[in-house]
């Protein structure tokens, strides 16, 4: 920025000349936003990733947002300094956060991922910056999302009466994804528990209830 001159000087062969100059006033332009991103990022399955590192610089100081997305998972965010949600929301594949340059870098310190519920594999991790002239950046950070436990699932009827009798409850089941299921507890306040163990874990248990 500032100014500078452009001078032209031309000359004849018998060494005759004329100088002049033009005056050149540079002005501010706008400067495009720079995202600053980590490198490749681990996570477990079923577990949330905090992504800390990620900020945006702009020379002119006139970042007006920036907008991340993924494709397998969630991105949570905590506002602050009067950022918002412009776009999309919170705790979905893709948000928007609008506000000061300061604001927004507060924000995307906080930022969560959580890969979807079973979801094994790679993800992306897109962060478009954009300033109030519409100059813009756009970096990816790539996320391979591992194995993780699966907590196990119990399935169970509905309600059960009896009065002063045994009652089967034989359709109670459990089920773990990741084929590690250690134990089953089962209580009752006002009654008593049976089971016939087997030798081989079976996939249901069939407690007979004697609630007097």
Excluded: F, W
């Excluded at 893709?94 to 979807?116: D, E, H, K, R, W």
């Amino acid at each position: 920025m500032g100014a500078d001159t452009l001078t032209v000087l031309s000359t004849d062969s018998q060494g005759a000349s004329d100088s002049d100059t033009v005056s050149i006033t540079v002005a501010t332009g706008n400067v495009a936003p720079i995202n600053s991103v980590p490198g490749a990022q681990s996570a477990v399955e079923n577990t949330s990733l905090a992504i800390s590192s990620i900020s945006v610089a702009d020379g002119n100081g006139d970042l007006a947002s920036t907008q991340l997305s993924v494709s397998h998972g969630t991105l949570t965010v905590t506002l602050s300094g009067g950022a918002t949600i412009s776009s999309g929301t919170n705790g979905s594949g893709t948000l928007t956060i609008s506000g000061s340059q300061a604001a927004i870098n507060t924000t995307l310190a906080s930022l969560v991922y959580q890969g979807n519920v079973g979801y094994v594999g790679a993800d992306t991790l897109t962060v478009l910056s954009t300033d109030s002239q519409g100059a813009s950046d756009s970096d990816t950070v790539s996320i391979t999302v591992a194995t993780g436990n699966v907590a196990p699932i119990n399935s169970v009827p509905g309600t059960k009466r009896c009065r002063n009798t045994s009652l089967a409850i034989s359709s109670i089941s459990v089920a773990d994804g990741n084929g590690d299921l250690a134990s089953t507890q089962l209580s009752v306040s006002h009654g008593t528990l049976t089971v016939t163990l087997m030798a081989v874990r079976p996939s249901a248990v069939a407690p007979t209830a004697a609630v007097r």
